[in-house]
């Protein structure tokens, strides 16, 4: 698959990452390069394989029903850039 | 041209675990903001996810009571996409392989009659924070407290062609998640939300029009009445032949009307791809034996049993499965009573009427099973006749008392049936109303019958509403038919 420069530019918005042009266009290369290698795994025949969600061989625990986690509110906004009456404060999201 | 509506649901029902979909903080309403909210909820660097047994265990009851496929192997995914109530970037969902596959849910419409809606899957997904768009000088305040409350998502075919029968399934399957006890369905404080797909296509044709995505409707009433006017809004637009543009719509319930959301500049790309923090789910045959074992009875199983053990008209049956506790009450009646008919009567009649005027639900009532059951054994076995019943329930009801016995005998309610105390009443109304019994012999056979009424009226009063009125009648008419 051919990676071109709009492709680049699209993907680091949609993960809201700011790339200059001149960024992109390394982007391209290194990104096709990538997506060359991935390409030669659909050279392998893999007739009546099933796709594989996770590498590891092993299913998901399940953790009991119960509340563990106690207030830390204050503990976590210490880090936070702003908060007021104990929200999180954001630049503003217009509807 | 004729245009039928092609209606299909999204779901979201909150599961009513204690803890989080994939962390130990508590789901309870209401808490100060971001109290309950962890380190997982923020999504602080190095925390991992752990799925919560009990949110898997109430979305396969979901799909066993709605007769659908459980997949032994489920996968969760992570759908991104950026807004700050969503702190990792992405919400933990299902999409390839969901946890519930197809089912089938059946709905009553208003004539009684029964149609299947079938279920395309349920899927387990988190649910975001909340955005406070009030000012915070020019910013906007976040609380996470909801951020990975467990959510099952039920999608339906589009299988619905009217408001009536999309606000029946809703209503089923809040009933159906009621009666699992899997969520509280208390749709004002959001547990069960609902996203309306609406299109129109001329009638006979089998290829489904544009249709608009109404989101987040969150009340039965406002399903009904969002359909309604996206129907009516569709076909004059089509009527003039213009052109359906697919979007996503809000209901505004203020002025009983949808609008266009802002058109995004740029659709939707979640970049759907399986989570690598979560391994897949692997439900076993026990497993799913296990989560059967433990299903209660269902609406539509309690419904069958209503008419066919009971006797009930399907109506009946249909209002009084409508809510667990509803139904429960009403059981705990009749095998008070004895009498399924007379039980339904009261509580359909009586309780929900007056429940509605006060505005309370059935876990709100003042007077109980017991006391309601114990009203109608009385009025089963004859110790007080209707008009008396009628008193003492609203004794009951405004708490004058604490058992329908006791008020009947502080108030000396107890139905009179002694045969000689009534004839010397009848033969007293008889010989006090001279007018009415020669217009009496003189009505024509089919004008007596309403006639008796008023010789009835006056025994009852002058038995200070004590008197049998079945018997009163028969006395009657056989004291005045020998006069004729």
Redesign the interface.
């Given at each position: 698959m051919a990676i071109e420069h709009a492709n680049v530019l699209r993907a680091a918005h949609?993960a809201?990452l700011g790339v200059s042009d001149a960024q992109a266009e390394r982007y391209v290369d290194d990104l096709s390069r990538i997506l060359e290698m991935v390409d030669r795994l659909a050279e392998i025949d893999t007739e009546g394989v099933a796709p594989l969600?996770?590498p590891?061989d092993?299913?998901?625990?399940?953790?009991?029903?119960?509340?563990?986690?106690t207030?830390?509110?204050d503990t976590?906004?210490k880090v936070a850039p702003?908060t007021?009456?104990?929200?999180?404060?954001?630049?503003?999201?217009?509807? | 041209m004729q245009w039928e509506p092609v209606i299909g649901l999204e779901v979201h029902v909150q599961l009513s675990t204690c803890s989080k979909i994939f962390s130990g903080a508590s789901t309870a309403f209401g808490a100060e903001a971001n109290t309950q909210a962890c380190g997982i909820d923020l999504a602080l660097p190095g925390t991992l996810p752990v799925l919560n047994e009990n949110a898997v265990a109430m979305a396969v009851r979901f799909g066993l009571a709605i007769n659908a496929e459980i997949p032994e192997y489920s996968v969760f995914e992570r759908k991104n996409y950026f807004y700050p109530d969503l702190p990792k970037g992405y919400q933990t969902s299902q999409m390839a392989h969901p946890v519930v596959g197809r089912g089938e849910v059946d709905i009553t419409l208003g004539d009684g009659t029964i149609k299947t809606v079938r279920i395309h899957h349920a899927h387990m997904e988190e649910d975001a924070g909340k955005s406070l768009h009030e000012d915070y000088s020019g910013m906007t305040g976040i609380d996470l407290n909801r951020a990975g409350t467990p959510l099952l998502e039920i999608v339906s075919e589009p299988d619905m062609h009217s408001a009536e029968e999309a606000s029946a399934y809703i209503r089923a399957i809040h009933a159906i998640v009621t009666y699992l006890g899997i969520s509280d369905g208390n749709m004002a404080e959001g547990s069960m939300r609902c996203d309306v797909n609406v299109s129109l296509r001329p009638k006979g044709q089998e290829k489904l029009g544009t249709r608009a995505e109404i989101k987040n409707v969150n009340s039965f009433r406002f399903v009904e009445r969002a359909i309604a006017f996206e129907i009516e809004r569709q076909s004059e637009i089509l009527e003039e032949g213009g052109v359906i543009v697919q979007e996503t719509r809000l209901y505004n319930p203020d002025l009983d009307e949808t609008r266009s959301m802002r058109t995004k500049e740029e659709a939707n790309d979640y970049r759907y791809f399986p989570c690598p923090d979560l391994l897949p789910l692997m439900l076993d045959e026990a497993y799913i034996e296990h989560q059967r074992s433990l299903l209660p009875e269902l609406p539509s199983e309690k419904r069958q049993r209503f008419v066919e053990s009971l006797g009930l008209s399907t109506y009946d049956a249909d209002v009084l499965t409508g809510s667990r506790p509803l139904a429960e009450y009403f059981e705990a009646v009749q095998k008070l009573c004895g009498d399924a008919k007379l039980a339904a009567n009261w509580v359909q009649g009586d309780l929900l009427g007056r429940l509605n005027r006060d505005g309370l639900d059935i876990t709100q009532t003042p007077v109980n099973a017991e006391q309601l059951g114990g009203l109608l054994a009385r009025l089963q076995d004859d110790t007080i006749n209707g008009k008396a019943a009628k008193q003492v329930f609203a004794d009951l009801w405004e708490c004058r008392g604490e058992t329908a016995d006791e008020i009947i005998e502080t108030r000396g309610l107890k139905q009179v049936t002694d045969t000689g105390a009534i004839e010397s009443l009848c033969d007293q109304v008889i010989a006090d109303n001279p007018v009415q019994v020669t217009q009496y012999r003189e009505a024509s056979e089919d004008k007596r019958g309403k006639m008796i009424g008023f010789f009835v009226g006056q025994v009852m009063k002058a038995s200070r509403g004590t008197a049998n009125p079945p018997q009163v009648n028969a006395m009657l008419t056989e004291k005045l038919d020998a006069l004729l």
């Open positions: 949609l809201r969600s996770h590891l092993a299913t998901q625990p399940l953790r009991a029903d119960e509340v563990i986690e207030d830390r509110r976590f906004q702003a007021a009456d104990g929200l999180y404060l954001v630049p503003r999201v217009v509807e | -």
